[in-house]
């Protein structure tokens, strides 16, 4: 059983360009989320999923998009990368509402220059 | 809105030490509360949880967290930290209704 995982590990991107972060669990859980962390402000809510096929903002959405077309996976997209949007983006899920524990995946490293 | 502080960003100790990293929250009602892990080069994990009864919660490896209602407290403890221990911790309270929100961080380096 893998979890979760993300694709990529890490990415290098020039400004303007779109890049989608991907995301699979195999956990069956309904929901997932998607966090930024950034030194000293730990993680950030960007979008979550309660299950699939609704999504829902979360504390920093914006030049970010998500969809959740089936339970295992939460693809985040940036449409128009910018280089605040540096940073490493961990995908998480958890089973019913966000009170219960969130397993986290391994993270994808961006650097948008 | 709720709202997480971790009172350290940085700790340094030797093996041996007692570990204590403190965390305060906003909200005054119900609220579930978390401490997640990162390990250098790896992704977060959960290392323990409160969500009712004794509020002394014991978690993975030794680590304890006391919740502690009137001062809106869920306060890490680890009576003699280890190498390994080295890692980054957040507090991570969950009020009635809203999602997870992360402190800070505090960053542990245990010195061999």
């Known amino acids: 059983i893998a979890g979760i995982t993300q694709a990529p590990t890490s990415q290098i991107l020039a400004a303007g360009r779109r890049m989608t972060l991907r995301c699979t669990q195999d956990m069956r859980h309904n929901a997932m989320y998607w966090y930024r962390q950034d030194l000293g402000l730990g993680l950030r809510l960007i979008h979550y999923s309660n299950t699939a096929g609704t999504t829902g903002k979360g504390e920093v959405p914006d030049g970010y998009s998500v969809s959740r077309a089936n339970t295992d996976d939460f693809p985040l997209t940036l449409a128009s990368a910018v280089p605040s949007q540096t940073s490493v983006y961990f995908c998480a899920s958890s089973e019913g509402t966000p009170g219960n524990e969130q397993f986290f995946g391994p993270g994808t490293r961006l650097t948008v220059l | 809105a709720q709202s997480v502080s971790q009172h350290n960003h940085h700790v340094i100790l030797s093996e041996a030490a007692s570990l204590e990293l403190g965390c305060n929250y906003s909200?005054?009602?119900?609220?579930?509360l978390f401490w997640y892990v990162q390990y250098p080069g790896q992704h977060l994990q959960l290392l323990l949880k409160y969500f009712s009864g004794d509020p002394l919660v014991k978690g993975i490896k030794g680590f304890e967290a006391e919740f502690i209602k009137s001062k809106f407290s869920f306060n890490l403890r680890k009576p003699s930290v280890q190498w390994s221990d080295t890692a980054e911790y957040f507090c991570?309270?969950?009020?009635?209704?809203?999602?997870?929100?992360f402190g800070g961080g505090t960053r542990v380096l245990v010195k061999p």
């Open positions: 991570a309270p969950k009020a009635a209704g809203n999602k997870l929100t």
């Open positions: 909200y005054g009602g119900t609220v579930n």
